[in-house]
């Protein structure tokens, strides 16, 4: 027997399909989980026990069947057959068995399913009507399938709404699993009095929330870190929690941790948790903070801590004694010029290194897509195509890329592509010429550095021999090139050959905390 699939070729329905299609795998393993006894208890809804929201379930998939049925043949077929005929239902079947309920969630959940993979692709643009009078297209039945089954997968959210509802200093921190969640998690931090901060890869997300650390993780400052420490709950959507977002467990230590994300393979990954919850994050988020209940304080939003956010969260903000050098410039001088200098509207890309920190978190970024961090088994050397493909990707902001010298080396044959496609983009090279990490962290124990240190390299001179507009840059004084190819035409790539200070940066400090020596 030939397998039947999805008719539909569309790749953005097939993929509501598969989210639909999980979150009902996932409803109806938490209905097995429960006991017949258990199907009595409360619910997260007013008046509704486990009984009523099971029902519901079921009754709903069978209304949608009917929106599907609909757009297949034509014919009207709407989701009840009275206003009143929802309420009476779901009414009705909270009286039946809970052998017959299961029956019910399984076999019409079978059904609609049925129904969407035979539906052929016209039919998916055939207009219907929902309960609520909305006309929508009949793909729209995907997504409030997959709202349904995922929101009433009520005991791992039950949890989270108990564990938030009576936390002081809740923090929500979010990954690259909720980037299409933002609204939601803002909500449910409101809601919940948290705070917010996101993993490296996921900065920006929040930036326009005043309650937002930035990253957690080794890029934090110790101002935010405090804060990370000082939490009493860590709900994590989307994110792994990895050593590097947890600092080696240090920002983390005891507190309990809530873990939100659809790939049941990520929970207690790097770390155990206490709680995990399979779901969409900004579903999950939706959910769980229309079911919390009204706090009577700030939570973790209180006016110190705002005040603290206002003062430190910005790397740039953070007071330091600038080194001084006859010919090279502090790179934190020269990274907190270059967030002055260059426009806000940017996608910011920074390679790996002993420089990574001046890139990533001094230079602000207007949100979540205006980051890239291509770190991918800690290697160097990436951030120049990455930040080739960031300028094709998004030609309406300006592609920055902060790369040490030693990775810069590597793959400054990129400078052809950027040239050739005639890219305004700026690459800053911190020049400390050695492969700054190996000094820093191997010098102290004695070890031969003659391989990892290189001599004077003319950076500036190789850019202009690729096409770019090529400068070296001593002192604050050194960026009027800079300003000039800005405020110019910028019809070449432009290259900062920085002769930084070569010493330990404050990424350099912590990358190893908690590691034997």
């Given at each position: 027997m030939v397998a039947r699939t999805d008719k539909t070729q569309d790749s953005e329905i097939r993929?509501?399909?598969?989210?639909?299609?999980?979150?009902?795998?996932?409803?109806?393993?938490?209905?097995?989980?429960?006991?017949?006894?258990?199907?009595?208890?409360?619910?997260?809804?007013?008046?509704?026990?486990?009984?009523?929201?099971?029902?519901?379930?079921?009754?709903?998939?069978?209304?949608?069947?009917?929106?599907?049925?609909?757009?297949?043949?034509?014919?009207?077929?709407?989701?009840?057959?009275?206003?009143d005929a929802r309420n009476a239902e779901i009414e009705y079947g909270a009286t039946l068995s809970p052998a017959a309920l299961r029956n019910l969630s399984a076999h019409a959940a079978v059904?609609?399913?049925?129904?969407?993979?035979?539906?052929?692709?016209?039919?998916?643009?055939?207009?219907?009507?929902?309960?609520?009078?909305?006309?929508?297209?009949?793909?729209?039945?995907?997504?409030?399938?997959t709202r349904e089954v995922w929101l009433h997968a009520v005991d791992a959210i039950g949890e989270l709404v108990s564990r938030l509802s009576t936390a002081q200093r809740p923090l929500i921190v979010a990954g690259r699993g909720a980037f299409n969640a933002h609204d939601d998690i803002v909500r449910l931090a409101g809601a919940s009095g948290a705070l917010l901060a996101t993993t490296a890869m996921a900065r920006g997300l929040f930036n326009d929330d005043p309650w937002n650390i930035d990253v957690m993780g080794g890029f934090a400052n110790e101002a935010m870190a405090e804060l990370i420490?000082?939490?009493?709950?860590?709900?994590?959507?989307?994110?792994?929690?990895?050593?590097?977002?947890?600092?080696?467990?240090?920002?983390?230590?005891?507190?309990?941790?809530?873990?939100?994300?659809?790939?049941?393979?990520?929970?207690?990954?790097?770390?155990?948790?206490?709680?995990?919850?399979?779901?969409?994050?900004?579903?999950?988020?939706?959910?769980?903070?229309?079911?919390?209940?009204?706090?009577e304080d700030v939570g973790y939003r209180t006016e110190p801590v705002a005040q603290k956010l206002r003062e430190g969260r910005r790397w740039r903000d953070q007071p330091f004694e600038a080194r001084t050098a006859d010919d090279r410039i502090d790179p934190r001088t020269l990274a907190i010029a270059l967030d002055d200098l260059l426009p806000t509207e940017r996608i910011v890309t920074a390679d790996a290194g002993s420089h990574t920190e001046y890139t990533a978190m001094y230079l602000q970024v207007p949100d979540d897509r205006g980051y890239c961090l291509p770190l991918g088994f800690q290697c160097i050397g990436l951030?120049?195509?990455?930040?080739?493909?960031?300028?094709?990707?998004?030609?309406?902001?300006?592609?920055?890329?902060?790369?040490?010298?030693?990775?810069?080396?590597?793959?400054?044959?990129?400078?052809?592509?950027?040239?050739?496609?005639?890219?305004?983009?700026?690459?800053?090279?911190?020049?400390?010429?050695?492969?700054?990490?190996?000094?820093?962290?191997?010098?102290?124990?004695?070890?031969?550095?003659?391989?990892?240190?290189?001599?004077?390299?003319?950076?500036?001179?190789?850019?202009?021999?690729?096409?770019?507009?090529?400068?070296?840059?001593?002192?604050?004084?050194?960026?009027?090139?800079?300003?000039?190819?800005?405020?110019?035409?910028?019809?070449?790539?432009i290259v900062i050959d920085a002769k930084t200070i070569s010493f330990p940066s404050w990424v350099d400090a912590h990358a190893f905390v908690g590691e034997p020596k």
């Open positions: 993929a509501g399909l598969l989210l639909a299609r999980r979150g009902t795998a996932y409803f109806e393993r938490k209905l097995a989980e429960l006991s017949d006894d258990e199907f009595d208890g409360p619910s997260l809804l007013p008046g509704w026990d486990r009984r009523h929201v099971i029902a519901h379930v079921g009754y709903n998939a069978r209304a949608l069947t009917h929106l599907t049925e609909w757009a297949a043949t034509g014919v009207e077929t709407p989701m009840y057959a009275t206003p059904h609609l399913n049925v129904e969407w993979r035979d539906l052929v692709p016209d039919a998916w643009k055939a207009e219907v009507r929902t309960a609520q009078g909305r006309i929508v297209l009949a793909s729209e039945t995907v997504w409030m399938r420490q000082d939490a009493d709950l860590i709900v994590a959507f989307g994110a792994s929690l990895n050593r590097w977002t947890a600092r080696n467990g240090e920002l983390i230590g005891d507190t309990p941790v809530v873990q939100v994300d659809v790939n049941r393979a990520a929970f207690s990954l790097h770390r155990r948790v206490e709680v995990s919850v399979t779901g969409d994050a900004g579903l999950v988020a939706s959910a769980v903070a229309d079911a919390l209940p009204s706090r951030a120049l195509a990455a930040g080739i493909g960031a300028a094709v990707a998004r030609p309406d902001r300006l592609p920055v890329v902060g790369v040490g010298d030693g990775g810069f080396m590597m793959s400054l044959v990129e400078l052809d592509t950027a040239v050739r496609l005639g890219l305004p983009l700026v690459v800053v090279v911190y020049n400390d010429s050695a492969y700054g990490a190996e000094v820093h962290h191997f010098g102290h124990s004695g070890q031969p550095l003659d391989i990892v240190e290189f001599p004077e390299t003319d950076i500036a001179a190789i850019a202009r021999g690729f096409g770019c507009t090529g400068v070296t840059v001593r002192s604050l004084d050194d960026l009027a090139g800079l300003r000039d190819w800005v405020a110019g035409e910028r019809a070449t790539p």
